[in-house]
């Protein structure tokens, strides 16, 4: 799994970009996230996913919440 940050949100319409260390952001919809409801999901925060083919191209799937173990 990748590790990025939420870049935006669009809370309106359920989607949103997560931003990675490539520079490309990567779309994603409500739909994939696994473990966090969009509702609680806040621009800069940490993030698991992959990326996966959708109907429109790649986009972040199986999103999870990421938490340090320190």
């Known amino acids: ?41 806040k621009e800069g925060q940490n993030v698991l996913y992959r990326v996966g083919l959708g109907a429109k191209g790649f986009e972040a799937k199986d999103i999870k919440p990421y938490r340090d173990s320190l």
Do not use: A
């Open 1 to 41: 799994m990748t590790t990025g940050t939420v870049r935006l949100l669009v809370e309106d319409r359920g989607f949103g970009f997560i931003g990675n260390n490539t520079g490309k952001d990567v779309f994603f919809h409500y739909t994939q996230l696994d473990g966090i409801k969009f509702q609680t999901l």
